[in-house]
């Protein structure tokens, strides 16, 4: 008998060796054309044209009123130059990176060394958004949100006063009830309901994603570097039932975030499709393995800014599709469709404006037609707008019996980070949870959470919003929903991570580091209610 890790290093072993073949195969994905203004070549082109030329040669166009003139002069812009050899000196674009960070960008060559444009066309760009966009923006409308969850208990954990809270994982097995939650100093916890730790294992790096194997202990995978990062130093490991470690795939990863085990192959190969966010360079990759060819990759996105994977059935032919969450730059929600016999083919589905802060999306069929939907979350502010935007919120787009995904709810949601859909109140629709990592915790820190109760009828979909006063005791950075205490409903986890980026007040920071939980837990009450 062959055990596992004998088995990995067989494979590891093959890598390289025959001919590199797939049995599954994922179409490259193609750039749709560039649609400019008409202009007369031989004039010279105005701001506005200048401005669609350029921004979308990387991004959809992104139009002034989307973020306030001075930030996009003093900000945005000036790093968007760096992206077509613009700069003050050679030195700009890399300021801030490490000296390995930097030879891997210039190796990219994600600078141009040269200016892809002259100064006096730059200068008409700059000044078409000088011109055109809003002295500030715009507060989207007050919605009224009650701060009593009745539906939920909360049970606030701090594991350890020795360290402050970093979780940076949470996930609940809804089969045993366990609660897995790893932190930004490498370690991974196994947590019962009685919230005692029942286990642990130290890793090299934050651990980003989980996933329980039925019959052979976990896979986890690590970040590297936690921070904006392009150095391969992630990794997709196996652990066994005594905590050994096995790697998955050889080679590292840019600071990956999301992984998924697929069974695409009719032969039971395994593989996984592993989300690598990066920072100037990163990548979304498909990994096969197999005894005989050994360990084989395809990229399928050759940018950073891969944030999360679902396979589900998008068009209803009876075999499993991949759709992924590109941010970074070019967000873009992108399907692969099943064509059968292991052939993929890609279709953008959405698009979003480059400021929009793509961060999290998941499929769910909310209008009970059969067909899943998309609830996707925008609220990314870490970068170089930071200021509050009112089209960050979450969104729910429906698909039609063509295929095509339209816009039908938008809930404004300061920094949204991620929304999850479940039947919290078991009435037989779906409601959502969401958490912000960058609400207005000035004015409304307990906005942090949100809980968003289904009001829908049919395709006219409606939610009232609550929370609940102690969601400003942690910095949420994740959240999962599963029966933690087997009771059959529905139960969610949020995970603290005290540490910035954030504009919260010197109290409040105070207090998630001294006296703040590493993760809550929201206990669902609605059976007890019920009963």
Request: with cysteine; proline share 7%.
């Amino acid at each position: 008998m062959i055990t596992f890790r004998v088995w990995i290093g067989i494979t590891f072993l093959l890598l390289g060796c025959g001919r590199q073949e797939h049995s599954v195969r994922f179409e490259a994905m193609k750039t749709p054309p560039l649609q400019f203004p008409a202009t007369d070549s031989a004039l010279l082109l105005s701001g506005e044209q200048l401005a669609y030329r350029y921004c979308q040669a990387c991004h959809t166009f992104a139009e002034p009123s989307l973020l306030p003139k001075t930030v996009w002069v003093e900000s945005v812009l000036p790093r968007m130059g760096h992206r077509l050899g613009i700069r003050a000196t050679a030195r700009e674009p890399y300021q801030g990176l490490s000296m390995y960070d930097d030879y891997l960008v210039r190796q990219a060559g994600v600078f141009p060394e040269e200016p892809q444009l002259s100064e006096e066309s730059w200068n008409m760009l700059v000044e078409y958004y000088h011109e055109q966009a809003p002295d500030s923006l715009l507060k989207p409308a007050s919605t009224k949100i009650k701060t009593l969850l009745a539906e939920f208990r909360p049970h606030p954990v701090r594991l350890t006063t020795q360290f402050i809270p970093t979780t940076t994982l949470t996930h609940i097995d809804t089969v045993t009830g366990h609660l897995w939650l790893g932190n930004a100093q490498g370690k991974l916890y196994k947590i019962d309901s009685k919230q005692t730790i029942k286990d642990s294992v130290t890793l090299s790096s934050p651990p980003a994603d989980l996933y329980i194997h039925p019959e052979s202990g976990y896979q986890v995978l690590t970040m590297g570097i936690m921070n904006p990062a392009d150095q391969p130093k992630g990794k997709l490991w196996q652990v066994d039932g005594q905590n050994r470690l096995s790697l998955l795939i050889p080679g590292n990863l840019r600071r990956p975030v999301h992984f998924t085990p697929t069974g695409f192959n009719s032969k039971g190969t395994p593989g996984w499709l592993v989300a690598e966010f990066g920072n100037y360079l990163g990548q979304l990759a498909y990994y096969e393995i197999s005894s005989r060819r050994g360990i084989q990759k395809q990229v399928l996105i050759n940018s950073p800014g891969a944030r999360k994977i679902e396979i589900a059935d998008i068009d209803q032919d009876g075999l499993p599709d991949v759709t992924v969450l590109i941010a970074q730059g070019d967000e873009r929600i992108i399907t692969w469709y099943n064509q059968g016999n292991s052939r993929f083919r890609p279709q953008v589905q959405l698009r979003f404006p480059p400021v929009y802060g793509s961060s999290y999306f998941e499929m769910a069929d909310f209008n009970n037609d059969g067909l899943p939907d998309l609830l996707y979350t925008n609220g990314d502010n870490a970068d170089y707008s930071t200021v509050f935007k009112p089209y960050h919120g979450i969104r729910i787009y429906l698909q039609s019996d063509e295929g095509k995904f339209q816009k039908n709810y938008f809930q404004a949601m300061a920094g949204a980070s991620k929304a999850m859909a479940h039947d919290f109140d078991l009435d037989g629709d779906l409601d959502i949870a969401a958490i912000s990592f960058f609400p207005n915790f000035e004015q409304t820190p307990e906005r942090g959470f949100l809980y968003l109760e289904n009001q829908s009828s049919g395709n006219e979909l409606g939610f009232s919003m609550k929370t609940f006063s102690e969601a400003a005791n942690g910095h949420w950075l994740t959240m999962d929903i599963g029966d933690a205490d087997q009771d059959g409903d529905a139960d969610i986890v949020l995970g603290s991570f005290a540490l910035p980026p954030s504009r919260a007040p010197r109290k409040l920071k105070d207090f998630w580091t001294k006296e703040g939980p590493d993760y809550m837990i929201l206990e669902n009450t609605v059976k007890l209610v019920n009963q």
